[in-house]
């Protein structure tokens, strides 16, 4: 075992310590030539500008795509590059159909949301708004309180969802 020169363990242990269950490949030429980070072949158009009170608006389109109870209109509110961090599933979804997939489920609870507090950060072709929202179940009446982000990027004229992470208040379960 070959020690590093900037850690105390060896080699095979920081590789078996950040070991990576699953990673997606990507070329890098490709990435380097994209504007940022959220930017996908499809969203290199110029995106328009947006206000604060437009980024907050996004959260309804797609609030109103789960009152469809149709997880194909939610799942279409998301960039053809995506990731979907969902509150109740471990299971992160990276492509339309485990997006669909997730929202199928999800559904059957008839949920609708209520953005609590929110923060919205721009840039120049993307857009985010993190905060805390609250949904009603309205399959059982049941309230659910959680913290979510939303990196919105410009795709096929309109601005769809390029990240979603949702997580459940940790005080419901840290008690």
Same mark, same amino acid.
């Given at each position: 075992m070959i020690a590093n020169k900037f850690s105390k363990f060896s080699r095979p242990v *920081? /590789?078996?310590? +950040?070991?990576?269950? #699953?990673t997606r490949s990507f070329d890098l030429k490709k +990435? /380097? %030539?994209?504007?940022?980070f959220f930017a996908s072949a499809k969203s290199m158009a110029k995106a328009p500008a947006i206000a604060s009170s437009e980024v907050k608006e996004l959260f309804g389109l797609w609030n109103d795509a789960l009152a469809t109870l149709d997880a194909? @209109? *939610? /799942? =279409?509110r998301y960039a053809s590059t995506s990731v979907l961090l969902p509150t109740v599933s471990?299971?992160?979804?990276?492509d339309y159909e485990g997006i669909k997939s997730y929202f199928v489920d999800f559904l059957e609870k008839k949920p609708q949301g209520v953005i609590l507090e929110s923060n919205v950060i721009q840039g120049d072709d993307?857009?985010?708004?993190?905060?805390?929202? #609250? +949904?009603?179940?309205? /399959?059982?009446?049941? =309230? *659910?309180? %959680?913290?979510y982000t939303y990196v919105y990027t410009y795709e096929d @004229? #309109?601005?769809?969802?390029a990240h979603h992470h949702s997580s459940v208040m940790p005080e419901s379960f840290l008690g």
């Open positions: *920081v /590789a078996q310590a +950040f070991r990576v269950a #699953e +990435f /380097a %030539a994209r504007r940022n194909d @209109s *939610v /799942a =279409k471990d299971t992160p979804r990276t993307w857009c985010m708004d993190a905060g805390i929202y #609250e +949904f009603t179940m309205g /399959a059982t009446g049941d =309230k *659910v309180k %959680a913290r @004229s #309109e601005w769809k969802i």
